[in-house]
């Protein structure tokens, strides 16, 4: 699935959030800065959006894996036209069996793709393992307004138009109809630093952002 729309995701994430993801990326990675990490994982990185805004960690290395082929080779020609392949390393690989060691990490991020982990306590167990003690991870996914009129407006948008939008340009029925349920069962807020707790991660915050529709969690080891 995300092979198929790989050619047309950066063009429907900015225009159907309207740009604002690009501003909950910066926000994320200014969380970041007092770690100071000398390198950076992040994780289902898709087009590596979130690894070149990391970049301005100043980190000696970031690292984008991925498990779509598709959604990286898009990524490594994006990349290159910028002129960060010598910093960018962009690599397959699945979030829940890291291919790096224990305690090798200075940062993890992870762009709107915890939702896609196949087992969530394995994945978060994961980013553990790999992150330096003392370091965090920061962890961007949508959320659901709880006020209104934001929740009813939200509901109309994310449920009917969005869906449509995304399958007109991408062609790929399921991808932007998968969007809505997954995001539906994800858990959110409490419930997921709740999780993140139990995992073994310590000073777990939530940060409800643009009137709940995105979650930043900030999570440390």
């Known amino acids: 699935?995300?092979?198929?729309?790989?050619?047309?995701?950066?063009?429907?994430?900015?225009?159907?959030?309207?740009?604002?993801?690009?501003?909950w990326r910066k926000k994320a990675i200014r969380m970041l800065r007092p770690y100071q990490p000398k390198s950076v994982l992040d994780i289902a990185?898709?087009?590596g959006d979130f690894a070149l805004e990391a970049l301005k960690l100043n980190p000696e290395k970031v690292i984008g894996l991925d498990i779509s082929p598709g959604?990286?080779?898009?990524?490594k020609k994006k990349i290159a036209k910028r002129g960060f392949s010598d910093k960018i390393e962009m690599v397959i690989g699945d979030s829940e069996a890291l291919p790096y060691p224990d305690n090798s990490i200075g940062a993890v991020t992870v762009g709107f793709g915890a939702r896609n982990f196949e087992h969530l306590d394995v994945g978060l167990g994961e980013i553990l393992r790999v992150l330096e003690p003392g370091k965090a991870a920061?962890?961007?996914e949508p959320s659901v307004p709880k006020r209104f009129p934001m929740k009813q407006l939200f509901s109309v948008y994310f449920r009917g138009m969005l869906p449509l939008l995304g399958r007109i340009v991408s062609g790929d029925k399921r991808a932007y109809t998968y969007l809505p349920e997954s995001v539906k069962a994800f858990p959110t807020g409490k419930e997921f630093t709740d999780i993140c707790e139990k995992v073994g991660f310590r000073n777990c915050k939530y940060y409800p952002l643009s009137f709940g529709i995105c979650a930043l969690y900030l999570i440390e080891k």
């Open 45 to 47: 990185t898709g087009t």
């Open 1 to 23: 699935m995300f092979d198929n729309i790989a050619p047309n995701y950066d063009f429907l994430n900015h225009f159907l959030s309207l740009g604002i993801d690009i501003l």
């Open 138 to 140: 920061v962890i961007l």
């Open 71 to 75: 959604m990286l080779e898009i990524g």
